[in-house]
């Protein structure tokens, strides 16, 4: 087989101030990035906020409105579907019924002007690096769900595509299958080196496979980076909200490094000084003592304690701040300190405050 047509090209993808709309209702609003070759890249966001249709757009299936898209050099916001050489696994594997396993694979070979002794050593190939050898011969309705799903993905992956496009393609399996194929789609990914633009609404999905995440909400980018530091440094309010547990406290002014709450002045590593906003925190960044510590240490009390196998979920009641609740999340380790429902001091990191000047509650 030739060299050109079993080897992978990597190539980076980029899209440039694309605009959608259906009638008078924007789709997608100028949105813009930037995919490495060889990268996964995460589209996420809420039911509605435009990922599948951006997804549509790159694989020719919906025509954009406004701006452009290029894979490598080539300009393809006009070309057609079958101009675009990428592969795509759908929700529902979109598998042919009445064609084997093997018979599903080849199916997308057929149009590549194959010898047949190509075509079936290119699908013994698939096969194996999906791991159905031995069920080559069955049809669909005789396999599991994760089966499926790696036909699909080899079927996508036969014609040796330039881009690889994901349309959740977990989402129709269960938990415990879908948490061991979402590693295994990754390093699949990873030792094939193909570009890939994965949609998905599941935030756990996305943190564990993509190099980084295009968090999308009604039709823009909120924020474009790493799991980490979407996680971390979120840059808006919606992006802090939408990915992992929250805490917000309002605050009525800033200076000198320090938000004023009321009676309450915390410190902070970064904050302008200004008016009104809201301080984000992570429920693992708090630490709950018996004392209180050099700053940023608050009287609580207790109201709610969840187990959770590996940590305490603690719902905790501010003395200061009449009706404010923040979540905190502990270790269950045997020398963690003993809870009670008794006064405790809920610590505050300064570094682990971040500042949404101007934020609404």
């Known amino acids: 087989m030739a060299s050109s047509f079993s080897q992978i090209s990597t190539i980076p993808l980029s899209i440039h101030n694309i605009g959608k709309s259906f009638g008078k209702q924007s789709v997608l609003s ?31 299936l919906e025509k ?23 592969g795509i696994l759908f ?17 997308g070979l057929s149009t590549r002007n194959l010898l047949r002794s190509e075509m079936r050593e290119r699908t013994e190939q698939m096969l194996e690096l999906v791991g159905l050898s031995a069920i080559a011969n069955k049809y669909p309705g005789q396999l599991s769900g994760g089966q499926q799903q790696r036909v699909g993905l080899a079927r996508a992956l036969a014609p040796s595509p330039s881009l690889l496009l994901l349309d959740e393609p977990m989402s ?75 805490n917000w406290l309002d605050y009525q002014s800033t200076s000198q490094g320090k938000a004023h709450l009321g009676p309450l002045s915390l410190s902070l590593d970064n904050i302008p000084d200004g008016g009104p906003g809201r ?32 940590r305490y979920r603690l719902t905790v009641a501010l003395e200061q701040l009449e009706d404010q609740h923040l979540v905190a999340e502990i270790s269950t380790d045997l020398t963690a300190m003993p809870l009670n429902t008794g006064r405790i001091w809920l610590t505050l990191p300064s570094h682990s405050l971040q500042a949404f000047p101007g934020a609404a509650a």
């Open 30 to 60: 100028d949105v813009s990035l930037d995919v490495n070759a060889g990268e996964l890249v995460c589209l996420l966001g809420p039911s509605g906020c435009g990922k599948t249709t951006l997804l549509r757009i790159i694989a020719g």
């Open 64 to 86: 954009q409105d406004s701006g452009r898209l290029m894979m490598g050099p080539r300009d393809i916001s006009r070309a057609h579907p079958q101009d675009r050489d990428y």
């Open 91 to 107: 929700q529902s594997y979109a598998l042919f019924p009445n064609l084997t396993v093997a018979q599903n694979i080849s199916y």
């Open 172 to 246: 129709a399996l269960d938990a415990k299958v879908r948490e061991h194929l979402r590693h295994e789609l990754r390093s699949l990914q990873k030792n094939l080196g193909i570009t890939t633009v994965m949609v998905t609404h599941d935030q756990d999905e996305a943190m564990v496979m993509a190099d980084r995440i295009a968090l999308m909400n009604q039709g823009r980018i909120e924020q474009f980076d790493t799991p980490e530091n979407i996680y971390r440094n979120p840059a808006t309010p919606f992006v802090a909200n939408f990915i992992g547990q929250a």
């Open 279 to 310: 301080l984000f925190c992570r429920p693992e960044a708090l630490r709950v003592d018996n004392l209180p510590q050099a700053s940023n240490s608050i009287a609580a009390q207790i109201v709610d304690k969840l187990f959770l196998g590996n």
